[in-house]
């Protein structure tokens, strides 16, 4: 491939993104990266938002990639502006979960990560929306919306900080929820209501072990009310990835659901959400073009 042939390539990076594994960013690019292959830029994020703009602008430049380094957040902030687009996205995992990047098999280490986009894969994937707002990865409404609010404001970042929290606010009620879906509608008291259209949290935390990317479904899953005494057990199923084993668990696949409660605000991607009943939830067919490693 010639210079001429090559890929522009745009990497959008978020540099207070979870612990600081892209510290030396752009030496580690240009000690790993293909050149063969990609012709590349950097640009840095400076505020909440700015990734979206950042991809907005690279739509009118003619790139051909744009790689996310940073975390779920940065995932979810730059897929937006690229979905119905044919700009391929591409992820480095530098965030404190990383949900999105590891569900399709993305290394965690930078320099592996790197090796992987040199020698990748297209595929389409489904993108999902609430209320007409995008999200690719895990959503909710419940507990862990409510974690994500309390999260959202913590100055320490990481895995265990998102973990110490969710001990800290063992006192949260279940609450009452209206679902329709699947021509069925149920009343029901739940912890939470996830929305997967990835299998997990990030951190190798599945929430939807068995969830796809590309089904044309979401793995809506129903926490339904249980002693709180028993939610560190709870948390310590989803790490392990055995969260099916848990009989107050129920996941629905469908493409579409309403819910309508008391208090309507989700995490979408992990970003605090409000909005007026219902909520409706619903999936989008292989919208968002993606780099994978090649099997």
């Not at 899953?221 to 709870?234: D, E, G, H, M, T």
């Amino acid at each position: 491939m010639t210079v001429k042939d090559s890929l522009k390539t745009l990497f959008i990076i978020n540099p207070i993104a979870g612990v600081g594994k892209q510290k030396d960013i752009d030496i580690i690019i240009d000690q790993y990266l293909d050149k063969n292959k990609f012709i590349y830029d950097l640009k840095f994020t400076c505020y909440s938002g700015h990734a979206t703009k950042l991809t907005e602008e690279a739509l009118n430049n003619n790139y051909n990639i744009i790689v996310v380094v940073g975390g779920d957040g940065t995932v979810s902030e730059c897929s937006k502006a690229l979905i119905g687009t044919e700009i391929c996205m591409a992820v480095i995992p530098c965030g404190s979960g990383n949900g999105f990047a590891y569900h399709i098999g993305i290394e965690r280490d930078i320099k592996k990560a790197l090796l992987q986009l040199n020698s990748n894969k297209i595929k389409y994937i489904d993108t999902c929306e609430v209320n007409n707002l995008p999200f690719v990865n895990v959503s909710g409404i419940g507990f862990d919306a409510h974690i994500a609010k309390i999260f959202a404001t913590t100055e320490i970042r990481g895995f265990y900080s998102y973990i110490k929290i969710c001990l800290k606010e063992l006192s949260y009620k279940a609450q009452e929820y209206e679902i329709e879906y699947n021509n069925t509608k149920r009343k029901i008291k739940a912890y939470a209501i996830v929305f997967a259209n990835t299998s997990q949290y990030g951190n190798d935390a599945r929430i939807a072990p068995n969830a796809k990317i590309d089904d044309g479904l979401i793995d809506f899953v129903i926490i339904n009310k249980f002693p709180s005494w028993q939610i560190p057990y709870f948390l310590y199923k989803v790490l392990k990835g055995k969260v099916l084993q848990n009989k107050n668990v129920e996941i629905i696949l469908s493409k579409e659901m309403k819910i309508s409660s008391i208090k309507p605000f989700a995490h979408l991607d992990g970003e605090i959400k409000y909005f007026t009943n219902p909520l409706n939830v619903k999936i989008s067919d292989k919208k968002l073009k993606i780099l994978v490693p090649n099997e």
